[in-house]
């Protein structure tokens, strides 16, 4: 098999995390043939949109960037936790938000939510005991309001999102990068990585289309 290395602890030590590195150095290139490596040399351009190569250590090959997935929270207000609707103005203006982060191929999907009057809190005091403690929880300006998942190449990509939504003075969002199953590596077995494949095929079948 071919390997692919990407982030902390790959054999291109250093290399950024959404670098992808297919080596040359590898046995399975002598095996391959040199079609089959030419037609993966085209696919991995391809997809980076040019045909760059990494020197590091003896170790040459062709990368490209993955994509990372990201939360964005959306902190609250005295407004949002009371209930009260946004106005038409900043619907507007967060439709066209989310329209733009569309386009662009960013957005996976976002919510607002209800204000914490509506909520409820469980606590596990053993684990299998719990106490469940009716909303509000604590001061507005902790209490998240809304989210986003997108897709973007890095952190600072997502930064730049960010900055681009039309909050206003006072408003705060938290990016936070969503943990994906590959990178548990070794510590997963492979029944493990085969019932979560399961579950996620599942999901994606009862609610993929809505």
Same mark, same amino acid.
């Given at each position: 098999?071919?390997?692919?290395?990407?982030?902390?602890?790959?054999?291109?030590?250093?290399?950024?995390?959404?670098?992808?590195?297919?080596?040359?150095?590898?046995?399975?290139?002598?095996?391959?043939?040199?079609?089959?490596?030419?037609?993966?040399?085209?696919?991995?351009?391809?997809?980076?949109?040019?045909?760059?190569?990494?020197?590091? #250590?003896?170790?040459?090959?062709?990368?490209?960037?993955? /994509? /990372?997935?990201?939360?964005?929270?959306?902190?609250?207000?005295?407004?949002?936790?009371?209930?009260?609707?946004?106005?038409?103005?900043?619907?507007?203006?967060?439709?066209?938000?989310?329209?733009?982060?569309?386009?662009?191929?960013?957005?996976?999907?976002?919510?607002?939510?209800?204000?914490?009057?509506?909520?409820?809190?469980?606590?596990?005091?053993?684990?299998?005991?719990?106490?469940?403690?009716?909303?509000?929880?604590?001061?507005?300006?902790?209490?998240?309001?809304?989210?986003?998942?997108?897709?973007?190449?890095?952190?600072?990509?997502?930064?730049?999102?960010?900055? #681009?939504?039309?909050?206003?003075?006072?408003?705060?969002?938290?990016?936070?990068?969503?943990?994906?199953?590959?990178?548990?590596?070794?510590?997963?077995?492979?029944?493990?990585?085969?019932?979560?494949?399961?579950?996620?095929?599942?999901?994606?079948?009862?609610?993929?289309?809505?």
């Amino acid at each position: 098999m071919v390997s692919f290395v990407s982030g902390p602890g790959s054999r291109v030590e250093g290399a950024p995390k959404e670098l992808v590195v297919l080596s040359e150095h590898d046995p399975a290139w002598l095996e391959m043939g040199a079609e089959l490596v030419a037609g993966l040399r085209a696919l991995l351009a391809g997809l980076h949109g040019g045909q760059d190569r990494v020197h590091h #250590r003896g170790l040459t090959g062709f990368w490209y960037p993955l /994509m /990372m997935r990201v939360i964005a929270f959306m902190y609250g207000d005295e407004q949002a936790e009371a209930g009260d609707l946004p106005t038409g103005d900043i619907v507007n203006a967060m439709i066209k938000y989310n329209e733009d982060l569309n386009r662009a191929g960013v957005l996976l999907a976002t919510e607002g939510l209800h204000p914490t009057s509506r909520g409820r809190r469980v606590t596990w005091t053993t684990f299998d005991k719990t106490t469940v403690v009716d909303g509000p929880f604590a001061e507005a300006k902790e209490v998240i309001a809304g989210y986003w998942i997108w897709q973007v190449r890095s952190m600072a990509e997502a930064v730049e999102w960010a900055k #681009r939504c039309p909050l206003g003075p006072g408003g705060r969002m938290e990016l936070r990068e969503i943990f994906e199953m590959s990178e548990f590596g070794d510590s997963l077995t492979d029944e493990q990585r085969r019932r979560d494949d399961a579950v996620r095929a599942e999901v994606e079948r009862q609610h993929g289309a809505q």
